[in-house]
């Protein structure tokens, strides 16, 4: 597959540039930060994760990292105000950026409802919200698999792997119902190998992009 470059569009009357802006979805384990380190160097874009966002404030004992690890560590999700402001700044962090992949946000309707509004300020919007689908048996096999290297405490204990699936059930699934109200959701298998469920992606984004220019 060739690579086709986005994100300058010259139109015959104006210089414009395009962003182009997709969420990662997924239930946790599902693949989005294993897929994420690919999509980005594929297709040139700002990779945005709030999950490691918040493990770089952990690992830098900053006042909202032990909060936020309090709350990571019992498998709940934590509050919006934090992420929105964290996701923000990031957004203001890299003007120069073609397109930002948000993995692991919005995880609730209301960071759905903020990160439109953010974008909306920057005359860009998201253009595809790339949904992964995976058994809950799989994702607590790979999340405790993980939890055996990663140093990751929230996927060491069975119990937390569990709280954040219901968590997700609970608040994020909201988030894919908010994006099919603007037809932005395409379904992705995502069990599988990583390079199968990484050409599926490719695929989903070339032909998003191609609708749009
Ligand atoms: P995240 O960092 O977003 O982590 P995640 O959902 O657990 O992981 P991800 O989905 O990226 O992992 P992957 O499948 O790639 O969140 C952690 C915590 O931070 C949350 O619980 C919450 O507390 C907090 N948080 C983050 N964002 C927030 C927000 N917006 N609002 C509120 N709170 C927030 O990897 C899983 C494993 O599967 C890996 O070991 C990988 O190697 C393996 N794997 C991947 N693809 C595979 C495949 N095809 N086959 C087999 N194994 C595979």
Redesign the pocket.
Known sequence: MVFKAYPLYLSAHHFSRIMFNLILF???????????ERLISRFGLRHL????L??SEIANQTPLGLE?KQ??DR??????E??IGMISSALDAHPEANGFLF??????EA?SEALDKLLDLRKAEINVVLALEVSEE?LVK??L??GKT?GRS??VNENVVRA?IV?YHKKTAAVEHYYANFDKVVHVK?????DD?FNALCSKIEERMNEEV
Do not use: C, H, W
């Open positions: 997924g239930p946790p384990g599902s693949g989005k930060g294993t897929q994420s994760s709030t999950g490691d918040l493990r936020a709350i990571m498998g709940e999700l934590v509050p919006d934090v992420v993995d692991g946000f919005p995880r609730t960071q799989e790979r999340l698999n993980r990663s929230d996927d954040r968590e995502g069990e599988g190998t990583v469920i």
